[in-house]
């Protein structure tokens, strides 16, 4: 094909050109860009430098290359341009054929897809990075959890043996702000696991029968205390039909109801708070309670209650106010997850209004009497217990040891692991065992399990043991208890609650 | 007798090619992304050590997610290939040492000559790291962006074009 025949068969802009092999342009048409005979073609575009190598490489045979789509701009025009470059003994022929139009077409075309490529690898890249600090924020919360646990045990117990002792007025005074602050602390550690845990899918919400009306009356009995106490209303009302028990999972229907009963409290200096509980519908054997819990305080700016559940949100600067500004968001967290809805209308200066819906079980046939929490006491058998304490960690030894000591009725020997533990048990005979988990060589579940499986002495095998943690899980009961401990007990501790938990122990196994 | 050399960029779109491209030559960069049809062609003269004038000509490329799409003509006559990825999309460079294989076997007498661009996006250390274990070669670590080691690789390149 000569490139006359070719030019005919693309309808569009030819130019034909025809330089020496020094690049000397020859002849040209100067259809499209403006070149001059005489002048070099190397200084018409960088792209005619490679005609030097074809030149180089040349032997006998015409030889043709073609180039699709080359820019090619001088002063005055840019072009979108294929090329087709015809090298033989004499000269070189170079055919322009300008596809500028059909290119920029097609560039639109590449431009959408492309970008729309890149864009979604860039969020993608960008979601991915979020989950993997997301996972590590809440592998960190958990770990640095047991770390900060410890030792606040021992400022948490050591701050309620100081308040024990001989103080003078200001010592009192900041014994309690210490004791205060560890609380809060230790609430902010709380609510920042519960999210962690949310978050990861690590709570799992149980549905146990549980004596609602219990609940309610706890409320109202805790929150009337307080109320007198800053001197505001309290009411309740609770629907005569709800059932007396109910299926759900109580634990965290507190936990919802308590937070916004706080903050309700928190936030009203004057006038009322309600708490008003009524039956929504039931069907067969479930039904949607309804809590209302409305307040006339300091009320939430229109803009700020978009985004009230979110974390770390607080609205009110007051100091005196405390809270972490996690409790709204573990609390809608806990709604969602119990398939529940909660709904927030607010006046700024009138009040606020939570509307709670949380769904519930309950069993058709008739109800059975509930358990309640016994009244234990040690036997009179003996003047004084025995207890063993294995913990590795000084402090947490020191603060039982004085708990234990300062109640009167114990003596205590302390095992630092499992190991002197046993040896213990075999050289004395102990009326309970207070277990830490986490221990060096032989571990409290492992040293659990060589007491009960170990020995043919009832009085080793068969002494109560209570696990003692720093990890608050619902797992870590579970194996505790499977590993044959009676109880078992979370650090930091209330010290009313160790004592209540030994004293049944020992007073079970008298009472068999 | 005047000193030429043709230098293509190669790889993926989006990896930073044109980029690198106009940062070298007009000393430019934009955050704006624009498509690369075809073939685009600059001229840079770079004065070498020795005193000599090299016009390193430099082709960039509209780049394919297969290298075997790429147009053979736009290969022909090269001294150098510059083989771009992005450091921080693992696709435009997880066929990296095949691809390599292809353009050593097709261009045997070629330099080539491998970057990590957008080295702002990410952790140097931990990069090269990586790239170790899992054995990928990398010449040079750029960003077009901040201008960071584009001088220096392209006057490297030049030396060693033209030894
Ligand atoms: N952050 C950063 N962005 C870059 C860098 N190089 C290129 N980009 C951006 O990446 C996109 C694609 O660049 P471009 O040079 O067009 O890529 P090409 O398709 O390989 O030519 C553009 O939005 C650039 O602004 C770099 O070194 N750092
Ligand atoms: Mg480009």
């Given at each position: 094909m000569t490139y006359q025949e070719e030019r005919l068969l693309f309808n569009q802009k030819t130019q034909c050109t025809v330089v020496h092999h020094d690049g000397k342009i020859k002849e040209t048409d100067a259809n499209i860009f403006k070149w001059k005979v005489g002048t070099s073609i190397y200084d018409a575009?960088?792209?005619?430098?490679?005609l030097n190598s074809f030149i180089e490489i040349f032997e006998k045979e015409e030889t043709t290359y073609s180039f699709p789509c080359i820019h090619l701009e001088d002063e005055k025009i840019e072009k979108i341009c294929d090329i087709t470059l015809k090298v033989n003994a004499q000269e070189v022929i170079i055919l322009l054929f300008d596809y500028s139009t059909k290119y920029h077409e097609l560039n639109k075309i590449a431009q959408q897809k492309n970008e729309s490529i890149l864009k979604s690898k860039e969020l993608e890249l960008k979601n991915q990075y979020l989950l993997e600090k997301e996972k590590f924020k809440n592998s960190f919360i958990s770990n640095i959890n047991h770390e900060i646990r410890t030792p606040l045990t021992s400022i948490l117990g050591f701050v309620e043996v100081l308040e024990k002792t001989k103080l003078s007025f200001e010592q009192e005074e900041l014994a309690r702000i210490i004791k205060r602050q560890s609380l809060h602390l230790n609430s902010l550690i709380e609510d920042m696991v519960d999210i962690a845990k949310i978050e990861s899918g690590k709570i799992k919400i149980v549905d146990e029968r549980f004596l609602f009306i219990n609940l309610m009356e706890g409320f109202k009995e805790t929150y009337s205390k307080l109320a007198e106490d800053k001197g505001i209303q309290f009411e309740t009302y609770i629907d005569p039909n709800i059932q007396e028990y109910l299926i759900g999972d109580r634990t965290r229907v507190f936990q919802i109801l308590n937070n916004i009963l706080n903050n309700a409290f928190k936030f009203t200096e004057e006038g009322k708070i309600s708490l008003s509980v009524t039956k929504n519908y039931q069907r067969t054997n479930k039904l949607s309670i309804n809590f209302k819990i409305e307040d006339t305080g300091l009320g939430i700016q229109a803009e700020n209650l978009e985004n009230i559940f979110e974390r770390f949100t607080r609205f009110n600067e007051d100091k005196q106010v405390s809270g972490t500004g996690l409790g709204l968001a573990i609390v809608k967290d806990l709604v969602d997850l119990l398939r529940g809805e909660i709904k927030v209308t607010s006046q700024p200066d009138q009040g606020t209004t939570f509307d709670i819906k949380l769904p519930f079980k309950f069993e058709i046939t008739k109800s059975a009497p509930e358990k309640k929490k016994k009244k234990y006491s040690l036997p009179e058998s003996k003047k004084k217990f025995r207890i063993l304490v294995v913990e590795d960690e000084e402090s947490t030894q020191f603060l039982i040891m004085k708990v234990l000591i300062s109640h009167g009725s114990f003596f205590v020997d302390v095992a630092i692991n499992g190991e002197e533990a046993v040896s213990y048990l075999e050289r004395r005979n102990y009326d309970l065992v207070l277990m830490d988990?986490?221990?060096?060589?032989?571990?409290g579940y492992q040293a659990t399990h060589i007491i009960r499986n170990n020995y043919g002495d009832k009085v080793i095998s068969e002494v109560p043991i209570i696990g003692f943690t720093a990890k608050a899980t619902e797992a870590e009961r579970d194996k505790c208890l499977r590993s044959g401990m009676d109880d078992f007990i979370t650090k930091p501790f209330e010290q009313e609650d160790l004592i209540y938990k030994i004293v049944k122990q020992i007073a079970k196994k008298a009472a068999l | 007798m005047k000193l030429s050399k043709k230098v293509v960029l190669l790889g993926h779109?989006?990896?930073g090619k044109t980029s690198l491209f106009r940062r070298f030559v007009d000393n430019e960069f934009s955050e704006d992304y624009k498509v690369t049809l075809g073939v685009q062609i600059k001229k840079k003269v770079i004065e070498m050590p020795d005193g000599r004038e090299l016009s390193m000509i430099i082709w960039d490329t509209e780049g394919h997610t297969e290298i075997e799409d790429t147009r053979k003509s736009y290969l022909l006559g090269s001294n150098a290939f510059i083989y771009v990825f992005d450091l921080t999309r693992i696709d435009t460079y997880k066929d990296l040492n095949k691809d390599l294989a292809y353009l050593a076997k097709n261009h045997p007498k070629v330099t080539i000559k491998v970057i990590g661009n957008k080295l702002d996006l990410v952790n140097e250390k931990e990069t090269l790291s990586k790239f170790k274990e899992q054995n990928i070669v990398v010449d040079c670590l750029t960003s077009a962006k901040t201008n960071k080691n584009v001088q220096d690789f392209f006057l490297d390149l030049a030396n060693e074009i033209t030894a």
């Open positions: 575009h960088p792209f005619f430098e490679i988990l986490k221990l060096s060589k032989v571990d | 779109f989006g990896v």
